[in-house]
């Protein structure tokens, strides 16, 4: 093999093992060959690949840094792929045998592959980065959207317009599932009266595979061009159909391909008819009857529910349930009302609809909320599920959720780690002992690194890419910068603090200690009320009076978000308390050197201890009206009696001293905490062991 052959292999075998996507020192092998290619190919590298060409790979193939750097990261990539000393071996083991399989609608993995919305995907995929760096047996599964999730531009007036980008699997790293012929493996599926085939793409990530299924010829089948379109897209039908396809095709995806689930990991209502279709394979495989065999899938099921907000359950009537499953309740031996029953909280009551999240709770042997305090609030939201039970003993644990620190740490806090922490410390992030080296970096390092970070954000703001109406930034490096970056929508509050125009023009202008503000965020194209919370961020920012001093970034992804979280000083977030499940952006922003400014929702009553960040007091009022504006004051309150005094107040080489120490606090108390291989080896402890029927010692179980 010549050199320029070997090179291009290298580089294809690096780009299809998605490892690349939380290792940014693989990211950097290509952006170093041509930044603004890199750039032009959206940060997608098979895309860049196929665009450098061959001449280019032939002169590179010359270069003696280009190729020791690709070969060092190929070699990298290999150690990891073989280590046998991670964590899962020594305490997942039997797993090996029969691996989680783990459904999700959602992967948000990178800005190149845009199959995610949200906090759910971008959750999903850390749970997939940390099983892999754990070394867990894991297998995901999700959809291949023609489509994705929309991109977000902002029109003149402020306005969203989403825009769909065309997906072709074949710019993707992604790899067409076979059988043993080489030929392209379709499942057949009954939907809606019609059997249709579906196909799928595979890829690695680490040590871990994910799938995703094709809704392609069956689009062409039943005609709903809208099927295989986009994610949370199309009419409950289509919703429906999509959900059948990634919980029953899923399942007999993976039965085609040999593999055994040991665990079946449902995170979120959508993919609950996995188990359904595991129960059928059991049924005819043992000859059981569907309650016996429903036991037994029970048995290994798993059910995260993530959100408190009853729209965000999906719930079907029970005419579209009848008309688009009717094969499925046969195939059970069941009746209609029989398998209505499976998705209501009150059997037998047919005004009540088919909620998907019912049958998550109920086909799973364990279920969790993902935050201490949405265990709380799922515990009383689905009491009449368990009508003899108080609210307490309603089985919904919790595991709070994480991110993947290698994933989200930026590469100069990294190299900081590297200098002040053991060797080995990447293993062993989830170890609360490691993130105590913290306190030994000098106060002025760490702020300086924290400089850069800004700066590097600073320089990102104007390269944000085709807004219709170009914004004028006017930033400054060394003013207090606050970011919001997250879903818009109303419970989240976005202008909770511009809604008192006074307030907060006096703080953006003062000439002392200024501040300013970055946002970003996408409503879900139906949510009319989040429209309008983008259109009054964007004309808010569009005021003389704040000229150049408040920025909204469009089209918020994993790329605009790495740039925010790595950036940014303060993060703020103020829900109606009691409305977020647990939120991961601020985890992020923690990181990297950065504080929050939380109401205590979600993660951060867990997080906050005082002296890591700062809190909002939120007021319980039931009616908005008085709720909203007693927030407002406290968030005010906050930010002109604590953070504003801790950032300005600096030494004479201008280290904010305290504001450091806080940073520093925030960094040992919730970097392993709040990392998901924390949570991971949760979920293995306390829920996949024992649903695989593994006994484990459950002491400390965050379980109830
Ligand atoms: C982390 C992240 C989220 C989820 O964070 P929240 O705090 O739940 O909003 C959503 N979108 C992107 C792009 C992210 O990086």
């Known amino acids: 093999m010549t050199e320029p052959e070997l090179l291009k292999e290298r580089m294809e075998q690096l780009i299809h093992n998605l490892w690349w996507t939380w290792h940014p020192e693989a990211i950097d092998v290509w952006r170093n060959i041509d930044p603004k290619l890199w750039r032009e190919s959206r940060h997608n590298p098979s895309v860049f690949l196929k665009k450098l060409g061959h001449e280019r790979l032939a002169e590179l193939a ?123 493996l379709n499942i057949s599926l009954p939907i809606q009266g019609e059997t249709v085939q579906i196909g799928a793409w595979t890829v690695n990530l680490g040590r871990v595979t994910l799938y995703f299924l094709d809704m392609e010829s069956a689009v062409d089948k039943i005609g709903i061009q809208e099927l295989g379109l986009r994610l949370y897209g199309g009419d409950e039908s289509v919703r429906l159909s999509q959900e059948i396809i990634l919980g029953i095709g899923g399942m007999r995806l993976l039965l085609a391909l040999g593999i055994k689930p040991g665990v079946i990991h449902l995170n979120e209502g959508h993919c609950a008819f996995a188990t359904l279709e595991y129960t059928r394979y059991i049924m005819e495989k043992h000859g059981l009857s569907f309650e016996d065999a429903k036991n037994q899938a029970r048995s290994r099921t798993i059910f995260t529910t993530h959100t408190p907000v009853p729209a965000g359950h999906d719930c079907f009537t029970s005419h579209l349930i009848g008309h688009t499953l009717w094969q499925y309740q046969k195939a059970f031996g069941l009746n209609h009302e ?29 279920s969790n909320a993902v935050s201490f305090i949405h265990g709380k609030v799922s515990r009383h939201m689905w009491q009449e599920l368990w009508p003899s039970r108080s609210p307490q003993e309603v089985p919904i644990g919790h595991i709070t959720n994480g991110i993947n620190v290698l994933g989200w740490l930026s590469p100069i806090m990294k190299k900081l780690f590297h200098q002040y922490f053991p060797p080995g410390w990447e293993q062993r ?24 970070l800004k700066t590097q954000l600073l320089e990102f703001l104007p390269r944000i890419p085709h807004r219709a109406h170009p914004q004028d930034i006017n930033f400054d490096p060394h003013a207090l910068t606050i970011g919001f970056a997250r879903r818009f929508t109303d419970y989240k509050r976005p ?34 009320l989040g429209r309008q919370l983008i259109k009054k961020v964007n004309q808010f920012a569009a005021n003389p009076k704040v ?78 009206s008085v709720r909203d504006p007693k927030d407002r004051e406290a968030a005010f309150q906050a930010l002109e009696e604590e953070v504003i005094p801790l950032y300005y107040d600096q030494n004479e080489e201008g280290v904010p001293i305290h504001w450091v120490r806080r940073v520093k606090q925030a960094m040992s108390t919730l970097g392993w905490r709040f990392s998901s291989d924390r949570m991971v080896m949760d979920y293995v402890t306390h829920c996949y062991l024992p649903a695989a029927g593994i006994l484990t010692c459950q002491m400390n179980s965050p379980f109830i």
């Open 338 to 366: 029989q398998f209505m029953d499976l998705g209501r909280i009150r059997p037998g009551d047919r005004g009540e609809l088919f909620c998907m999240s019912v049958l998550g709770l109920k086909i799973a042997s364990k």
């Open 547 to 624: 000229y150049g001093k408040v920025v909204f970034i469009e089209d918020y992804n994993i790329n605009v978000g790495r740039h925010l979280v790595q950036g940014v000083d303060l993060w703020l977030n103020t829900p109606r308390q009691g409305r977020e499940a647990c939120g991961t952006s601020g985890m992020k922003v923690s990181l990297n050197g950065g504080l929050n400014l939380s109401i205590l929702d979600g993660w951060w009553p867990e997080g906050y201890t005082g002296s890591n960040g700062f809190a909002i007091g939120s007021s319980r009022n039931e009616d908005v």
């Open 429 to 452: 992030i989830g170890e609360e002992s490691i993130w105590s080296h913290i306190h030994s970096i000098p106060d002025e390092e760490l702020w300086n690194v924290i400089l850069l």
């Open 495 to 528: 202008t909770l603090l511009l809604d008192d125009f006074e307030r907060i023009t006096k703080l953006i202008s003062d000439p002392k200690r200024p501040v300013q503000f970055v946002f970003s965020g996408k409503a879900h194209p139906k949510d009319e």
């Open 62 to 184: 010359k270069d003696p840094s280009v190729r020791i750097t690709i070969h060092r990261v190929f070699s990298e990539l290999n150690r990891y792929l073989t280590c046998s000393n991670t964590w899962g071996c020594k305490n997942s083991g039997p797993l090996a045998a029969r691996p989680v399989v783990y459904f999700c609608a959602e992967f948000g993995l990178h800005e190149s592959i845009p199959l995610y919305s949200g906090g759910l995907g971008i959750l999903s995929g850390d749970h997939l980065k940390s099983a892999s760096d754990l070394g867990i047996p894991m297998i995901g599964v999700s959809l291949f959207y023609r489509e994705g999730y929309f991109h977000q531009v902002i029109s003149e007036s402020g306005e969203q317009i989403e825009e769909y980008e065309q997906l072709n699997p074949e710019d993707l790293p992604l790899v067409r599932v076979t059988d043993k012929d080489g030929q392209p």
